[in-house]
């Protein structure tokens, strides 16, 4: 299993939160900070009109941005974060967090404000919740089956 990261908003805290475990080496692969635009379009092949037309801050740009991080770094998964991390110009706080593989992507959306600071750990903590869950549900065969003994 190898992992990358796509982050905009987070700006690597994942990838650190990532690299700060023993062994990490052994499945993760690089991470990208794509805090531009052009950045997500270049490398991350984020298309320039799904940014128009959903805004960079969307599920479909985070969605987007593990599916480019995989292909990037060639790895099976990865986790990917695009947001407002703190109200300004009219922008309310939101943060889009994605995670899965290039064919099988999942997201949510963080909206409450606690402060920048404390809304980018928030996300990241969140990012690697999900994917751990996404992981064990994954590579648990009776994932999803609900079963009853009488």
């Known amino acids: 299993m190898t992992i990358s990261t796509a982050e905009s908003c987070t700006g690597g805290r994942i990838a650190a ?3 700060a475990q023993s062994g990490a080496s052994r499945y993760f692969e690089g991470g990208l900070v794509a805090y531009q635009n052009e950045v997500k379009v270049q490398m991350l092949g984020v298309p320039a ?3 128009a037309e959903y805004g960079v801050v969307s599920r479909e740009v985070a969605e ?3 599916k ?3 292909h990037l770094f060639h790895t099976d ?3 990917a974060s695009t947001g407002y991390a703190e109200a300004w110009e009219g922008h309310e706080v939101e ?3 994605a995670w899965g593989s290039e064919g099988d992507v999942h997201s949510l959306c963080l909206r409450e404000d606690f402060g920048r600071v404390k809304n980018v750990e928030i996300a ?3 990012v690697l919740d999900e994917f751990g869950k996404y992981l064990k549900d994954i590579h648990n065969p ?3 089956i609900e079963t009853s003994i009488a």
């Open 124 to 126: 990241t903590e969140c």
């Open 95 to 97: 943060i889009w967090v």
């Open 68 to 70: 480019g991080a995989c």
């Open 77 to 79: 998964y990865a986790l």
């Open 49 to 51: 009109e799904m940014i």
């Open 17 to 19: 939160a990532i690299t």
């Open 64 to 66: 987007q941005m593990v």
């Open 142 to 144: 009776l994932a999803g």
